[in-house]
């Protein structure tokens, strides 16, 4: 049995464009948990989140039995793009796009899908490890070693997706896969959110006991001391 909580907070921008979903089939034993974060240069950033959303929720409806859950991640992400393309007939001056990242989990272990800067994240007794690698510019300067760790952290190029869904090309999704341990921490989060926490946060939040209340007044504390331009900010935490 899991234990979930989430946020979702507009920031200091005038709409929230982020979307999650949360959905849990107890008799299976299956769990699936999702953040899309609409792109905020475009006019749908929000519409394109929400469709995403909905398309996922769709298709986790119809699901069969979940034989090889990497297959299902990769189809239900091409669906999901499928979906927010539809959008852009309506749009045709500024095609909508999103960012999204999925964590599927069941009785074998955990399964992570994802498109742009939205990320999985993972905190266990080893520490915390991230299991996503943005498409971002910044991630493809640090792959050819242009830039430090360090250095990547406040690139220029940080929010700078190259990859969505629903533009003109078909994103090629990452997918993982990983072991969970009793106690084991997950989330699921928004950049406007994970830029916002360390992992000495995800190890309190992993030691709290009830999570919810942690989550909140830990995410409340963040915002109060965010920048002007703080970003939409939304998270789903999971617990083992």
């Not at 090889?68 to 999901?80: E, F, H, S, V």
């Not at 095609?95 to 939205?118: F, K, M, Q, R, Y």
């Not at 997918?175 to 959110?193: E, N, T, Y």
Request: glycine share 10%.
């Amino acid at each position: 049995m899991l234990e979930s909580s989430h946020f979702t907070a507009v920031g200091n921008r005038s709409e929230n464009q982020d979307r999650l979903l949360v959905l849990a089939d107890i008799a299976r034993g299956e769990y699936l948990f999702a953040v899309a974060d609409g792109m905020g240069g475009h006019r749908s950033g929000a519409e394109a989140a929400k469709m995403a959303i909905s398309a996922l929720e769709c298709y986790w409806a119809q699901r069969g039995a979940l034989r090889n859950p990497p297959d299902w991640l990769q189809g239900m992400i091409l669906r999901c793009h499928r979906a927010v393309q539809n959008l852009a007939v309506a749009d045709e001056w500024s095609p909508p796009g999103t960012t999204l990242a999925v964590l599927l989990v069941n009785s074998e272990g955990a399964w992570s899908g994802h498109v742009g800067d939205t990320r999985v994240m993972h905190y266990s007794a080893g520490g915390l490890q991230g299991r996503t690698r943005d498409h971002s510019a910044t991630e493809l300067k640090l792959a050819a070693g242009r830039i430090s760790e360090e250095e990547a952290a406040t690139d220029a190029d940080l929010n700078r997706v190259t990859q969505a869904l629903g533009g003109r090309e078909t994103p090629e999704a990452s997918v993982k896969s990983w072991c969970l341990q009793d106690g084991d921490l997950m989330c699921v989060a928004s950049d406007g959110a994970w830029s916002l926490l360390s992992g000495e946060d995800f190890s309190e939040l992993r030691e709290s006991s009830l999570l919810g209340p942690a989550l909140n007044q830990m995410m409340a504390s963040r915002l109060a001391g965010a920048p002007a331009g703080q970003d939409n900010a939304t998270l789903i935490l999971l617990r083992k």
